[in-house]
C-alpha cells in the first residue's frame, strides 16, 4: 500500500491557456478512501486520470510512496483503475474478465485461480463466475470490473464515477459495498464523483474541485459543518444550503426582521456592507409569527417522518428561494405564510464580495 501527493500538479490541454487542473496540491494518507468531487468539468476526473498516467502532467509532480511517478507510463505505477462504463470484454466470462491482467502479467494460472475465487467471494460473484458479462445485471457487471482491480493487488484503486450508470437503489446499496469492501482491504483509493451525496457517504475525506482549483479538502463533517467558501457551501449537502445576502449592523445581522447577534471578529472581516449568510434546511425554525423572514409556502414535500418546505421570500426587492426541514406529519401547506428563522449557532457567514468564510471555525469534537 501506499500514500498519494499530488505537488503542484497541473494540466493544460492543447489549444488552450486555462489549466484543467492549476496546481493541485494534495496528500492522501496510506489506505485512505478520498473523494474528488465537484460539478461537471471541474477537474476531477482529470486530475484522477494525471494519476493514473492517462494524461499528461505539464507542471508539478505526483508521487505514489516516494516513488515519482509523473513520467512513469500506466502499467509501471502499480494502479488499478474502475470506470463508469465497466469495460468488460464481452466474449470472456466473469472469471477470465478478473483474470486477464494477471494473465498478460504473466502470473500462473495456479496463483490466477485462487486470486479470482477469493476476490468473487469478497464480492459475491462466486456463482456467475462461468457467465459472460451480458447474462449480468449493471451491478452484478459493475462489481466483476471491481474484481478485476481487486485481483492485482495493486498500491492504489483508482476509481472514476463507477456508479453513474446504476438506478438509484442499486447506487445506494453498491456504494455501501465499496465503502466496505475498501476498509476490509485498506488499499488507498481515489474515487471521483459528482454526486455529493456519494462523497459525503463513502469518503474518509472530500476534496472539492471547481474550475481546476481545490476550494477544500477535509472529512465530511469538516465539509458539511464548516465550509470555507461559498461555493461549498452551496455544493455540500442536501437539499443544499440556503444561500443570501443580508445587511450588517452594529452588532450582529439582520435575517429579515431578526438581528442575529455576530462575533466582532465576523462583522470586521466583511469587505462591504452586507455579508452572504447560509443556513441548512435543517438549521431553520419555521413558525406561524415572530420575527425572521416572511416566506410563502410553494410546496411540502413528504417524505414520511420529515417533510421539506419550499417556499419564497423577498429580500431586497428580489424573490429568494428558501427550502426548510419540517415535520413529515404536521406542517404548512402551499399558499400559507409562514415565519422562518435560524438556529443561530448554525448560521455560516461569508463575504458577499470574496464568497470565503468569515463565521469562526466550529468545534467539530464535540
Do not use: W
Amino acid at each position: 500500500m501506499a500514500s498519494v501527493t499530488f505537488d503542484k500538479a497541473t494540466r493544460i490541454y492543447p489549444g488552450t491557456d486555462i489549466a484543467a487542473v492549476h496546481e493541485l496540491n494534495l496528500a492522501i494518507d496510506d489506505g485512505e478512501f478520498l473523494v474528488l468531487v465537484g460539478p461537471s468539468g471541474c477537474g476531477k476526473s482529470t486530475s484522477l486520470r494525471m494519476l493514473a498516467g492517462l494524461e499528461e502532467v505539464n507542471d508539478g509532480r505526483i508521487l505514489i510512496g516516494d516513488r515519482d511517478v509523473t513520467d512513469m507510463p500506466p502499467k509501471d505505477r502499480d494502479i488499478a483503475m474502475v470506470f463508469q462504463n465497466y469495460a468488460l470484454y464481452p466474449h470472456m466470462s466473469v472469471a477470465e474478465n478478473m483474470g486477464f491482467a494477471l494473465k498478460i502479467a504473466g502470473i500462473a494460472k495456479d496463483e490466477r485461480v485462487r486470486r479470482v475465487e477469493e476476490a468473487a467471494k469478497l464480492l459475491d460473484l462466486s456463482p456467475y463466475l462461468d457467465r459472460k458479462p451480458k447474462a449480468l445485471s449493471g451491478g452484478q457487471r459493475q462489481r466483476v470490473a471491481m474484481g478485476r482491480a481487486i485481483v492485482r493487488e495493486p498500491q492504489v484503486f483508482l476509481m472514476d464515477e463507477p456508479l453513474s450508470n446504476l438506478d438509484a437503489k442499486l447506487r445506494v446499496q453498491t456504494r455501501t459495498q465499496i465503502a466496505s469492501l475498501q476498509r476490509r482491504l485498506g488499499v488507498t483509493t481515489v474515487y471521483v464523483t459528482h454526486d455529493q451525496v456519494e462523497a459525503l457517504t463513502m469518503g474518509d475525506r472530500i476534496a472539492v474541485l471547481k474550475d481546476g482549483l481545490l476550494q477544500q479538502v477535509g472529512t465530511p463533517r469538516d465539509l458539511y459543518e464548516a465550509p470555507k467558501n461559498v461555493f461549498v457551501a452551496g455544493f455540500i449537502g442536501s437539499p443544499a444550503m440556503n444561500l443570501f445576502n443580508a445587511d450588517l449592523t452594529d452588532s450582529g445581522v439582520h435575517f429579515g426582521t431578526k438581528e442575529v447577534k455576530l462575533e466582532r471578529d465576523t462583522i470586521s472581516g466583511a469587505t462591504g456592507t452586507q455579508v452572504t449568510l447560509g443556513i441548512r434546511p435543517e438549521d431553520l425554525r419555521v413558525s406561524t409569527s415572530g420575527d425572521g423572514l416572511e416566506t410563502t409556502v410553494d410546496l411540502v414535500e413528504e417524505l414520511g417522518a420529515d417533510g421539506f418546505l419550499y417556499g419564497n421570500t423577498v429580500i431586497h426587492g428580489e424573490r429568494v428561494d428558501i427550502v426548510a426541514r419540517v415535520d413529515g406529519r404536521i406542517h404548512p401547506h402551499a399558499g400559507d405564510k409562514v415565519v422562518i428563522s435560524p438556529v443561530e449557532e448554525h448560521l455560516h457567514v461569508f463575504d458577499a464580495g470574496t464568497g470565503a468564510r468569515l463565521s469562526k471555525e466550529v468545534s467539530l469534537d464535540s
